[in-house]
Nanobody, 120 residues
Framework: VQLQASGGGLVQPGASLRLSCSYSGRTFSSAAIGWLRQVPGKEREFVAAIDWSGGRTFYADSVRGRFTISKDDLVNTVYLQMKNLRPEDTAVYYC??????????????WGQGTLGTVSS
């Protein structure tokens, strides 16, 4: 499977942003797609994931209630809707695919990152 992330940008605190992860290729081998984020000097951290059927979602405690992950098979895209953004949400966001469902574990394939900046 190939992944391509997009949708980052600069927003003010409290605003919303929607990230997109387009997928293509050998999708039958994928069990889940997740979003992780990384800031300079820190490890990449789990944000949210959705299983391939779209029936189960998983969230980090820091974003639960503010972020929503969803999957649209008609357009082969996984979305991360982010609301009530905080400066600490500033990061490069990556989408990844897993061949085995383990949302907070390792991801096999990565798309390029997209930068989301929350600043006044």
């Amino acid at each position: 499977v190939q992944l391509q992330a997009s949708g980052g940008g600069l927003v003010q605190p409290g605003a919303s942003l929607r990230l997109s992860c387009s997928y293509s290729g050998r999708t039958f081998s994928s069990a889940a797609i997740g979003w992780l984020r990384q800031v300079p000097g820190k490890e990449r951290e789990f944000v949210a994931a959705i299983d391939w059927s779209g029936g189960r979602t998983f969230y980090a405690d820091s974003v639960r209630g503010r972020f929503t992950i969803s999957k649209d098979d008609l357009v082969n895209t996984v979305y991360l809707q982010m609301k009530n953004l905080r400066p600490e949400d500033t990061a490069v966001y990556y989408c990844g695919a897993q061949s085995r469902l383990d949302p907070r574990g390792n991801y096999d394939i990565w798309g390029q990152g997209t930068l989301g900046t929350v600043s006044s």
